[in-house]
């Protein structure tokens, strides 16, 4: 891995494992094997392209991961006050 990269992939692990915290299927015995099996099979990467579009699909999955929560709170305070 780049040196220069290095920062903004731990960066993204810390990022996806801090928005994981409320995944609905569990954090300890879903998210966090899965995040880190994911990172795993990337960290022979060299190629300083295949690691940025890596960072970009990461990037992505923590904008649907906030959407999710998102929409999750949203449904919950309708359901609150739309009978």
Do not use: N
């Amino acid at each position: 891995m780049t040196s220069a990269l290095r920062p903004q992939v731990i960066a993204l692990y810390k990022q996806l494992a801090y928005l994981g915290r409320e995944y609905p299927l569990g954090y300890e015995s879903f998210f966090r094997p899965r995040l880190k099996s994911a990172f795993m099979k990337k960290r022979d990467l060299t190629d300083e392209e295949e690691i940025k579009k890596s960072i970009a699909l990461g990037e992505y999955v923590c904008k649907e991961l906030e959407t999710l929560y998102y929409l999750r709170k949203y449904r919950a305070m309708r359901r609150r006050y739309v009978k």
